[in-house]
């Protein structure tokens, strides 16, 4: 969701409903909401005091997603980067495909992101996917 | 759960999640197929990428002699896994409606 | 949640009931169940097969939290990067204390990520904020 | 909305959300302080940076003359922002029960 708002203090009433109303419909807890609100406004009333001779509006976007994060660690296995891009065929005619090496290049469409640390014979793989509308 | 069987209308049905524990079954099932066949997936869940290679390796043997692998019903997360690997090019795939 | 599943495709069925059970408890939809189930088995998948020798159990963790996303653009504005560390007196005593400038400094400390952009004119923010567990 | 008046008990009740837009108000009341004085913030939900600001203001002006400021019934979000901000030290801060 997105607004545009006048760039004046007196913007702040509607700016509060605005990102309220739309937490408040996610059951998003007083936990989340105040932060949020707090940044916001701080970030709007910055872009109002420094910049007094600018009259454009200020475009204000929200977004609340649900994101899942998930880790997989791997004690004592190789060091492997999953995230380093791969070579994969997915073009070539059927006689020319072989089976396999379609795991990762699937992992990388689709998740959100994807992360790998090393260390000590650690191997921590994290990724993350969102619901919902991504851009904000 | 995977299954997989002749449905009555000779199409072969495919249920459940076909994940990497359940690729001797797939396998042992497709490894017997011959000529042209339509794979049903109205009910299968989830496949991963071992699937995928039972796919592609019944495919590769079977389209050489006929048309090969027909898959029906194939639900949207299926679709995008089967579009991200480039089986639109290799094999004959329906959308679930 | 965190749980140790031995080094075996015979574990996949118990990965996947628990991190469905996880992902249904907080209503998440299809679209992100089924890209988080085939990530999750195509890594656990690897760390079997190309560990053979390792008889270590793989730990997989998953956290969801809701995550709210705002953007503020500032068209015309001057470029000022709200990401960069400021120096702020939260320690001295009274009398040295000077009103101001704490804004930046509580928004950094209270969000999870800051992101700022500036090019032609154009300044945004991006600010996100999560709930939840966030270890994983 | 943000309040300000004082309670029946001689405190200075501060209700709703001290935001920038708020602050003539707030500093006009607490212009008026004289001497030593509680701030009963039971109703109030948000303060922001410029809100800090006059706290701090009222404070440099009364600290010199008496103990100043005292803060009860802050709630646990107002509570983290008053210590982010170092008022620990320079404020007497009660949290709600
Ligand atoms: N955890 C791992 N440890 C070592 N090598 C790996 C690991 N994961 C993937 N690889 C390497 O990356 C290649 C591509 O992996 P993947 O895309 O999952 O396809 P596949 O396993 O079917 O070949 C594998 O063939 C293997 O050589
Ligand atoms: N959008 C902006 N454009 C230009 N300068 C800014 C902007 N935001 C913040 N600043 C600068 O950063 C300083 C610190 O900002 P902040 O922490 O919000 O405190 P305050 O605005 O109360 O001084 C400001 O005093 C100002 O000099």
């Known amino acids: 969701m997105q607004r545009e708002f006048p760039r004046h203090l007196n913007s702040l009433a509607g700016l509060y409903e605005f990102t309220e109303e739309i937490m408040k419909a996610h059951d998003l807890p007083d936990g989340i909401r105040f932060p949020v609100h707090l940044a916001t406004e701080e970030l709007f009333v910055n872009m109002v005091h420094y910049n007094p001779t600018v009259t454009t ?18 004690n004592g296995g190789v060091e492997f980067d999953v995230t380093a891009k791969r070579e994969v065929d997915v073009d070539s005619p059927l006689e020319e495909r ?21 260390q000590d014979g650690r191997g921590e793989v994290i990724f993350t996917k969102k619901s919902g509308n991504k851009d904000v | 759960m995977f299954e997989i069987e002749y449905g009555d209308g000779g199409a072969v049905m495919c249920r459940g999640r076909l994940d990497a524990a359940q690729c001797e079954k797939a396998e042992a099932f497709m490894g017997e197929l011959e000529g042209e066949n339509t794979l049903d997936f109205t009910d299968l869940e989830y496949i991963s990428s071992a699937g995928l290679g039972i796919l592609l390796k ?25 579009r991200y690997s480039g089986f639109h090019a290799i094999f004959d795939i329906e959308a679930k409606e």
Chains 1, 3 share one sequence.
């Open chain 1, 57 to 74: 509006d200020i475009e204000v976007g929200i977004d609340v997603a649900e994101q899942v994060t998930v880790s997989l660690v791997d």
């Open chain 1, 98 to 118: 072989k089976p396999g090496g379609l795991g990762l290049h699937l992992i990388q469409n689709l998740v959100d992101s994807l992360e790998y640390q090393y």
């Open chain 2, 58 to 82: 019944t495919q590769k043997r079977l389209a050489g002699s006929s048309a090969g692998l027909k898959i029906i019903n194939v639900n949207n997360h299926i679709y995008d896994v089967f």
